[in-house]
T-cell receptor, first 115, second 114 residues
């Protein structure tokens, strides 16, 4: 079975500061991992994905994540936060059920960016 | 641009009055998903279609039904909405069922129950 733990339901950073959102996973098979962002009253937008190629994955909007098998982690980072980064962020692990690419989501982290 | 489109964005219905939410996609993806998302929670998968094959989640209430008349369209029917069904409903697609395929989400329909 797969599961995802996101440490910190709320994270607050100053504009220009480093963003670090934590994600740890549990998977019985090599995982496929995703980060999604959700702005208020919108759907989920794919930020980046890990599918067993490079362990450092670059995504949109300046975000990146590093897959660390030894730590079962896939933390999301951005060197310099912008006000427009304020949103809900979901880490997810995916597994094929044969008929679906099924996502197991973490509980989400709300990022607040202050001046 | 290829995308997933949900209509309407906001829907208000009365307690017990059937309601239908719609989703269309121009991605030509095989798999379509419906999620329910309540405030400050992660999306919860209700069911999905692999092509025309319907797959229900074990804990999805019977009150929720779905139709996929063709590749492009998928509908969510709530037969007798209760107050607890007020939520954001998200439609998503994936090209195949392989785990490495990301899901592409629409902007959702926010359902309110009076």
């Amino acid at each position: 079975a797969q599961s995802v733990t996101q440490l910190g339901s709320h994270v607050s950073v100053s504009e220009g500061a480093l963003v670090l959102l934590r994600c740890n996973y549990s998977s019985s098979v090599p995982p496929y991992l995703f980060w999604y962002v959700q702005y208020p009253n919108q759907g989920l937008q794919l930020l980046l994905k890990y599918t067993s190629a490079a362990t450092l994955v670059k995504g949109i909007n300046g975000f990146e994540a590093e897959f660390k098998k030894s730590e079962t982690s896939f933390h999301l980072t951005k060197p310099s936060a912008h006000m427009s980064d304020a949103a809900e962020y979901f880490c997810a692990v995916s597994v094929s059920t044969g008929t679906a690419s099924k996502l197991t989501f973490g509980t989400g982290t709300r990022l607040q960016v202050t001046l | 641009d290829a995308m997933v489109i949900q209509n309407p964005r906001y829907q208000v219905t009365q307690f017990g009055k059937p309601v239908t939410l719609s989703c269309s996609q121009t991605l030509n993806h095989n798999v379509m998903y419906w999620y329910q998302q309540k405030s400050s929670q992660a999306p919860k998968l209700l069911f999905h279609y692999y092509d025309k094959d319907f797959n229900n989640e074990a804990d999805t209430p019977d009150n929720f039904q779905s139709r996929r008349p063709n590749t492009s369209f998928c509908f969510l029917d709530i037969r007798s909405p209760g107050l607890g069904d007020a939520a954001m409903y998200l439609c998503a697609t994936s090209r195949t069922s392989r785990g490495l395929q990301p899901q592409h989400f629409g902007d959702g329909t926010r359902l309110s129950i009076l």
